[in-house]
């Protein structure tokens, strides 16, 4: 893919309604995407069917989810969900009586990682078994859901896997260093990418992130014929991060957050979606704007395109809902800064020589740099300071704004999907936002 193909157009078609199957790809944890595009379904009147990725026992087992968690689980997600463990990756396969990758890494140290090397024989018959049991799960899962879906209906699975990091002791303290270290502390992510470790990382993340859509398109084949022949539509969507366009300078250009180990995989995932839609499936990923969640609160700095969120507000029209979104973020704001001051910040970081260098949307993912670190983590952590309250902060305003607006963003293109991959740039989201509160 050479540049980014954005969504231009707010949708205006329509396809799901009342009696219609909403099926969560992916479990529904805290805050994040998938709330958006979950509220949309309900909004819509489907019925929602969900999955649990299961739970471990206490000798690393996949389990089904007990009553209680269960019914928690169900309240949660506003539907039925199949009780048959679908998690994602290898790294706690192994073969009888042989080391998990896991437990493989568990051998290395913070002195040695860099030189340690594991056996890949082993490592694929892991990542073999690993496929194995989620296939076999998914087949289990496809069948119970074949009998809850009915004729004619119009079904949307949405694909919301991602991650993948095995939980290593090792990784956990190399992963400190490189996506919140400067100066002494920091460290270079291609090191990591190049060692036996990382490329173990970047096969785990190929299974959770990207291969699992695949494996949901081909185990949904059967369901898809039958709804397609009785005159119902399927659907799938997916969450990707391939960069964001958003104002710099007075006008949108690509920017992205760096180093995105994961990166990798969410290219693999826009693979798997292209040849899905060259074979007739409509299977669309939606590269959506940087936001803050549980799991990128790891990536110092993802958050700052962020903020300018606001400027697109607006740009694109807005009034004034977008003038009350501005006050309510200078009311987070200690006494004596302005929302102009951290504007001006976020615009200097971004302009900076140092930045614009990242700014090559063919050499994504690129490898972080101790100047990037040290300007990135550094304004991360001076607009931190500018907030009256760190656990309440502009950037946590805006990522539920965000969430807002590429719910129906995705779920009303998907009706009628304009190609594989899309991006969801801040013109789209602010766009989409005014008319929400227009």
Same mark, same amino acid.
């Not at 396809?15 to 949309?40: I, K, P």
């Not at 739970?55 to 539907?79: I, K």
């Not at 920017?255 to 499936?281: F, P, S």
């Not at 704001?333 to 102009?340: C, F, H, K």
């Given at each position: 893919?050479?540049?980014?193909?954005?969504?231009?157009?707010?949708?205006?078609?329509?396809?799901?309604?009342?009696?219609?199957?909403?099926?969560?790809?992916?479990?529904?944890?805290?805050?994040?995407?998938?709330?958006?595009?979950?509220?949309?379904?309900?909004?819509?009147?489907?019925?929602?069917?969900?999955?649990?990725?299961?739970?471990?026992?206490?000798?690393?087992?996949?389990?089904?989810?007990?009553?209680?968690?269960?019914?928690?689980?169900?309240?949660?997600?506003?539907?039925?969900?199949?009780?048959?463990?679908?998690?994602?990756?290898?790294?706690?396969?192994?073969?009888?009586?042989?080391?998990?990758?896991?437990?493989?890494?568990?051998?290395?140290?913070?002195?040695?990682?860099?030189?340690?090397?594991?056996?890949?024989?082993?490592?694929?018959?892991?990542?073999?078994?690993?496929?194995?049991?989620?296939?076999?799960?998914?087949?289990?899962?496809?069948?119970?859901?074949?009998?809850?879906?009915?004729?004619?209906?119009?079904?949307?699975?949405?694909?919301?896997?991602?991650?993948?990091?095995?939980?290593?002791?090792?990784?956990?303290?190399?992963?400190?260093?490189?996506?919140?270290?400067?100066?002494?502390?920091?460290?270079?992510?291609?090191?990591?990418?190049?060692?036996?470790?990382?490329?173990?990382?970047?096969?785990?993340?190929?299974?959770?992130?990207?291969?699992?859509?695949?494996?949901?398109?081909?185990?949904?084949?059967?369901?898809?014929?039958?709804?397609?022949?009785?005159?119902?539509?399927?659907?799938?969507?997916?969450?990707?991060?391939?960069?964001?366009?958003?104002?710099?300078?007075?006008?949108?250009?690509?920017?992205?957050?760096?180093?995105?180990?994961?990166?990798?995989?969410?290219?693999?995932?826009?693979?798997?979606?292209?040849?899905?839609?060259?074979?007739?499936?409509?299977?669309?990923?939606?590269?959506? !704007?940087?936001?803050?969640?549980?799991?990128?609160?790891?990536?110092?700095?993802?958050?700052?395109?962020?903020?300018?969120?606001?400027?697109?507000?607006?740009?694109?029209?807005?009034?004034?809902?977008?003038?009350?979104?501005?006050?309510?973020?200078?009311?987070?704001?200690?006494?004596?800064?302005?929302?102009?001051?951290?504007?001006?910040?976020?615009?200097?970081?971004?302009?900076?020589?140092?930045?614009?260098?990242?700014?090559?949307?063919?050499?994504? !993912?690129?490898?972080?740099?101790?100047?990037?670190?040290?300007?990135?983590?550094?304004?991360?952590?001076?607009?931190?300071?500018?907030?009256?309250?760190?656990?309440?902060?502009?950037?946590?305003?805006?990522?539920?704004?965000?969430?807002?607006?590429?719910?129906?963003?995705?779920?009303?293109?998907?009706?009628?999907?304009?190609?594989?991959?899309?991006?969801?740039?801040?013109?789209?989201?602010?766009?989409?936002?005014?008319?929400?509160?227009?």
């Amino acid at each position: 893919m050479n540049c980014p193909t954005p969504l231009t157009q707010l949708p205006q078609s329509t396809l799901f309604s009342q009696g219609d199957v909403f099926v969560l790809f992916g479990e529904l944890f805290g805050r994040g995407y998938a709330n958006g595009l979950v509220a949309e379904a309900r909004k819509a009147g489907m019925e929602i069917v969900g999955i649990t990725v299961g739970r471990r026992d206490e000798n690393n087992a996949l389990r089904p989810l007990d009553a209680e968690e269960l019914a928690a689980a169900e309240a949660n997600l506003g539907g039925r969900i199949i009780n048959v463990p679908l998690m994602a990756g290898f790294d706690l396969d192994a073969p009888a009586g042989g080391p998990t990758p896991t437990e493989m890494l568990g051998k290395m140290t913070l002195k040695t990682w860099m030189n340690d090397t594991l056996d890949w024989a082993h490592v694929e018959q892991c990542r073999a078994i690993g496929v194995k049991r989620f296939k076999d799960a998914l087949a289990e899962v496809m069948a119970r859901l074949d009998g809850m879906i009915g004729d004619g209906r119009n079904v949307y699975f949405a694909h919301t896997m991602a991650g993948g990091i095995p939980k290593a002791k090792v990784f956990l303290a190399i992963a400190n260093r490189i996506y919140k270290g400067r100066g002494e502390r920091f460290m270079s992510s291609q090191v990591l990418l190049d060692s036996d470790l990382g490329k173990l990382i970047l096969q785990n993340f190929d299974e959770v992130s990207a291969n699992s859509f695949g494996y949901l398109i081909e185990g949904s084949a059967a369901i898809r014929a039958r709804i397609e022949k009785t005159g119902g539509q399927v659907r799938y969507s997916a969450y990707g991060y391939h960069g964001t366009e958003i104002l710099i300078d007075g006008r949108y250009q690509w920017q992205t957050y760096t180093n995105y180990t994961q990166g990798y995989a969410k290219m693999r995932l826009e693979r798997v979606a292209q040849a899905a839609w060259t074979e007739g499936v409509k299977a669309t990923v939606y590269n959506c !704007p940087e936001i803050r969640t549980n799991s990128s609160d790891i990536f110092v700095g993802v958050e700052l395109p962020l903020i300018s969120l606001l400027e697109a507000l607006k740009h694109e029209g807005g009034g004034a809902w977008a003038e009350a979104q501005w006050q309510a973020c200078r009311a987070l704001l200690q006494d004596g800064v302005t929302l102009e001051n951290l504007l001006q910040k976020v615009g200097d970081f971004h302009c900076s020589e140092v930045m614009q260098g990242f700014r090559d949307f063919a050499a994504w !993912p690129m490898p972080n740099s101790p100047a990037l670190a040290e300007l990135m983590i550094g304004t991360s952590d001076e607009i931190e300071r500018m907030h009256k309250d760190n656990k309440a902060l502009v950037t946590d305003l805006l990522s539920t704004l965000v969430l807002e607006a590429t719910g129906p963003l995705m779920f009303n293109e998907s009706a009628a999907p304009g190609g594989p991959v899309l991006w969801l740039n801040h013109d789209i989201v602010a766009r989409q936002l005014n008319q929400l509160h227009a």
